[in-house]
């Protein structure tokens, strides 16, 4: 049995993050890492994975050469093996371009399982499980907060707002991770240095055979077209409360905005 | 391409505020046409009216409720078609995400999720969108078909009734061995309180509660406020995971949010930067949520919350 744990690269959230001229997200000037939400999808495989027999977990990732910190990050929590495809006609691809990049390369690693984060941390949209479902016509189990294998039938649990859910479905399929699916583990040192010598493959689009003029800030269907930093707040008032004597003011304060 | 469909969140025909204003935001393009799905869908006819939809299509097929967003996709897809829509537009959610995600592969359309602002004509859309924890602001313009998410409290819902024509759609399943088949369901108990994305005004409490939510609870209902919770109040399993403010829960934008006992870590800020207004109480004047306070108390949410709910209810009375 494969299963693919999707891994991104993201600038560090607790960094400064900016824009590259061309507005797309600036991953050279900024430090990075692989995106926290994901080392919940890689941990779940694992854990699928140490569970079972003959389990075999490929870090797949798409992105610049930086991007490979995500997969080596990946690997030496203890996945097998690493899959990244790096391509430079792939900059300033929009999420539909990127899902069709990433549906190309899972289809070539024929996996049964797909598992991802949540969303990323950094363009957030929380989309590509589902577009990968769509693209791949396999189920998509979105949002889980627990996730289990038994035999060729995966099931999770999900917390909508109106309901907690119980799902099934057929492999092969698209699982999404949330934060709560269990704390990821920390890379042992014993899995730091075995990571050195785990494969990674690199491909790019003609391995994927697809047609360059899909992909890219050219083809993109939607493009940005400006970028502001929002200016810093203005600093409000502080007020150091004795014994509930702030609540006037608090009062006074919902009173002009409306609030009541 | 010369419509514009608007997918109403509901329950059991109670249309929720975000959808009214998703309404509002589609008319610049002209009369919407509007698709409620699930039980209870043509009670949403009288508010699509109300906000300007000429027309209501309902699915009310029990398909809907087997599995996991594919269905709605099916639906959607499916009526956008017969329409011949040129923008898909959604009040933001989760959920509403994955249905604009899959719709947009389907459609072959540009996907935006989360706009603030949304503007241009058919065919050649505008949106803002607020990233990066809502430090910055982003512009884009869309070539096509759209499928894009608005995000609540972003435009004031404002009515313009007609009377919205009701036709029940006809829907073709792709049904097969891809559905996520949904073989549980346990309702969730009400609160009674607005809904936390939606709300125009957020109590939230954090690490400094000590795991009593009375307080935060008890303001909230003085306010007709919904109540959130910080990733350490979740997961010292203090309060639920759904009412969770931040990255990995919910987004929030209300008039007015309330951070209690909350130090605000760049995963909290994520969640409610974009807030109107923001007032803060924190035993801890070092807490870097008192950046965005527009109102900053250093104290004891214990002693002040109570205070302010009793000034609260005075006003009120």
Request: aromatic share 0%; hydrophobic share 25%; glycine share 24%.
């Given at each position: 049995m494969k299963i693919v744990a999707l891994v991104k690269y993201v600038p560090d959230a607790t960094g400064d993050r900016e824009f590259a001229e061309d507005f797309t997200v600036d991953r050279e000037g900024s430090d990075g890492l692989l995106s926290e939400l994901d080392e919940y999808a890689v941990e779940q495989s694992l854990q699928i994975a140490e569970a079972g027999d003959d389990v075999e977990v490929v870090a797949l990732t798409v992105g610049p050469d930086d991007a490979y910190d995500a997969i080596k990050r990946a690997l030496q929590m203890g996945a097998d093996s690493g899959v990244h495809v790096n391509d430079e006609r792939i900059h300033g691809s929009d999420v539909l371009a990127t899902s069709a990049v990433l549906a190309a390369a899972i289809r070539r690693l024929a996996p049964d399982l797909v598992v991802c984060g949540m969303?990323?941390?950094?363009?957030?949209?929380?989309v590509m499980p589902a577009m990968l479902a769509e693209r791949l016509g396999w189920a998509g189990l979105t949002q889980a907060r627990e996730l289990s294998l038994e035999g060729t039938t995966v099931r999770i649990s999900r917390d909508d707002d109106t309901a907690s859910l119980v799902v099934e479905a057929d492999l092969p399929a698209v699982v999404s991770v949330t934060d709560q699916s269990g704390e990821a583990r920390y890379p042992s040192m014993k899995g730091i240095l075995a990571a050195k010598k785990k494969p990674v493959d690199e491909l790019t689009l003609d391995d994927l055979d697809l047609d360059p003029a899909s992909v890219g800030l050219g083809a993109a269907r939607s493009r940005v077209t400006a970028a502001t930093e929002r200016p810093a707040k203005q600093a409000g008032t502080v007020v150091t409360d004795e014994d509930g004597s702030s609540a006037a003011v608090i009062a006074d304060f919902l009173t002009a905005g409306k609030h009541l | 391409m010369s419509t514009v469909l608007v997918v109403l969140d509901h329950l059991d025909g109670a249309v929720t505020k975000p959808s009214l204003e998703t309404l509002t935001a589609a008319r610049q393009y002209g009369a919407p046409v509007a698709v409620a799905l699930g039980a209870g869908a043509e009670g949403a006819a009288a508010a699509a009216g109300e906000y300007g939809a000429a027309r209501l299509v309902t699915v009310t097929d029990a398909e809907l409720d087997q599995s996991l967003v594919a269905p709605r996709v099916d639906a959607v897809a499916q009526i956008a078609a017969e329409v011949d829509a040129a923008l898909v537009l959604l009040p933001a959610g989760i959920t509403a995400a994955e249905v604009a995600g899959r719709l947009a592969v389907r459609l072959d359309a540009a996907l935006i999720t989360d706009a603030v602002a949304i503007g241009g004509s058919l065919g050649a859309v505008t949106t803002s969108q607020s990233v990066f924890a809502g430090n910055w602001t982003t512009e884009s313009e869309v070539t096509g078909t759209a499928v894009v998410t608005l995000k609540a409290n972003s435009v004031p819902a404002e009515p313009d009734p007609v009377t919205a024509e009701v036709t029940a759609a006809t829907i073709s399943y792709a049904g097969g061995s891809a559905l996520a088949r949904i073989t549980a369901s346990e309702a969730k108990r009400e609160t009674g309180r607005p809904d936390l994305g939606g709300a125009r005004i957020v109590v939230s409490g954090g690490r400094g509660t000590d795991g009593n939510f009375a307080e935060v609870e008890a303001l909230a209902d003085a306010l007709g406020a919904a109540v959130g919770a910080s990733r350490a109040a979740v997961d010292a399993g203090w309060y639920p995971h759904a009412y969770q403010v931040g990255q990995t829960g919910k987004t929030v934008s209300p008039q007015l949010y309330v951070a209690a006992g909350i130090s605000g870590a760049i995963q909290h800020r994520a969640g409610m930067q974009t807030s109107k207004e923001v007032l803060v109480v924190n035993t801890d004047p070092e807490a870097p949520i008192f950046a965005l306070a527009d109102l900053g108390v250093v104290g004891d949410l214990h002693t002040v919350l109570p205070a302010v709910t009793e000034q609260v209810k005075q006003i009120n009375r």
């Open positions: 969303a990323s941390t950094d363009g957030s949209m929380g | -």
